[in-house]
């Protein structure tokens, strides 16, 4: 599993001096997701830790939806 990581590092200088910084392989983004999710799981019950993890990212993403000023549509509300 290793092999192919690190034979692409053989030839990353290369790459690097051909067409810039290595943006596209960068990792920490998704690292740092990680923190994130291993808190979700820490204050979890430990009886159902999927559905845990589910809830506290809907909240997660409910709050970020208001807070940038997002709305829900109502089609009982008459305009």
Same mark, same amino acid.
């Given at each position: 599993i290793s092999k192919p990581k690190f034979h692409f590092l053989v030839h990353l200088p290369?790459?690097?001096r051909r067409f810039g910084p290595a943006i #596209? @392989?960068?990792?920490?983004?998704?690292?740092?997701?990680?923190? #994130? @999710?291993r808190?979700?799981?820490?204050y979890s019950n430990r009886q159902a830790p999927s559905r845990d993890s589910c809830k506290t990212f809907s909240r997660q993403?409910?709050?970020k939806h208001i807070t940038?000023?997002?709305?829900w549509?109502?089609?009982t509300v008459k305009t």
């Open positions: 290369a790459f690097i #596209v @392989f960068s990792t920490e983004r998704y690292e740092s997701f990680n923190h #994130v @999710f808190l979700s799981c820490i993403d409910i709050m940038t000023g997002g709305y549509y109502d089609s």
